[in-house]
């Protein structure tokens, strides 16, 4: 779970429940994914090199680093919907904008 302060100071802040609710929908995703494709837990931990308490929480939970959660996401065949479904070309502001000169960092 990713946590983030105001102004660049590491304070714990607690979770939106929106991205509680995602993390719940995406986390149950995966583990349908992997129950259709007949893949064990121990299994898809060892291919994912983690852990298997590390594969059940984030199937369970959501609960991961991002790291961990793209890992799953290639060995059950996803990874290309994740980077997708995160393409900013993808979204109504993202085909407006796509003419326009994009700056390289906002301040």
């Not at 929908?25 to 995966?30: D, E, G, K, T």
Request: glycine share 8%.
């Amino acid at each position: 779970m990713f946590k983030f302060g105001i102004g660049g100071a590491n304070m714990p802040t607690r979770t939106p429940i929106p991205v509680s609710r995602a993390m719940r929908h995406i986390s149950a995703n995966l583990d349908l994914a992997r129950r259709q494709q007949r893949i064990p837990v121990a299994l898809l931990a060892e291919r994912a090199g983690l852990s298997m308490p590390t594969v059940t929480k984030m199937l369970r939970t959501g609960n991961g680093s991002f790291e961990n959660f793209l890992r799953i996401a290639r060995l059950l065949g996803l990874l290309d919907g994740v980077q997708q479904a995160t393409d900013p070309l993808n979204t109504d502001i993202g085909k407006l904008r796509a003419d326009e000169d994009t700056p390289k960092r906002i301040r």
